[in-house]
């Protein structure tokens, strides 16, 4: 925890709504100037009317379902989908309800060959997130139909300190980097406390390039976890 706070600076942190593990782990860019600018900027993109995902009470998701202390692997995305519904605040994940899109369903076919786990019938990731797979993308806004759009608005300086405060406050943590993006973002994990797993990204255009299909990330995780004490991820999604 962050001793140094002024009481100006724990009553702003109070008012934001992550666990405290991750509040004050955060604190130094959640009290930045840049976060002022990015809230700025995202109230005048409300305020003009423009449809924002995920829901407002998702945007900080992956942070919510998996605190600091729980966190034992990494998935990093690029942005949010940016269609009606998909996006939820986990990394490549959709509510139930939603068509599985198709970077989504290969991880899925990904997960058959590797462990034998029947493709799920639905997309929604929460049951990683709920043992410590912090779905995390490098944005986590997006205007509807705008692919990118809220790219260079802070929210990578954002993503990047949540990196290096897991790269420097846990051990034996996995990092799962699919493609080149997602490959520099990681480019400061400390390989000699933690494990990157890297492949092409599994975009049906990268992933049948080849290397992404038979990377075999979930048997190499866990056999990671279960060497270093810290348990297995259940990758079967409950139905």
Known sequence: MNTNLTQDQLTALNKVQLPDDWKFALADILL??????????????????????????QIFNALNTTPLSAVKVVILGQDPYHGAGQAMGLSFSVPKI???????????????????IPVSAHGDLTHWANQGVLL???????????????????????????????????DRTVFILWGSYAKKKGRFI??????????????PLSANRGGFFGSRPFSQTNDYLIRHGKGVIDWALPQ
């Open 190 to 203: 400390d390989t000699s406390r933690h494990l990157i797993l890297t492949a092409n990204h599994p975009s």
């Open 98 to 116: 939603i068509p599985k899109p198709p970077s989504l369903a290969n991880i899925l076919k990904e997960l058959a060959t590797d462990l034998g």
């Open 136 to 170: 995390l993308n490098a944005t986590l806004t997006v205007e509807n139909g705008q692919a990118g759009s809220h790219q260079g608005k802070g929210w990578e300086e954002f993503t990047d300190a949540v990196i290096d405060v897991i790269n420097r406050q846990t």
């Open 32 to 57: 930045s100037p840049m976060m002022d600018d990015l809230r700025a900027f995202l109230q005048n993109e409300y305020a003009q009317g423009k449809t924002i995902y995920p829901p407002k009470s």
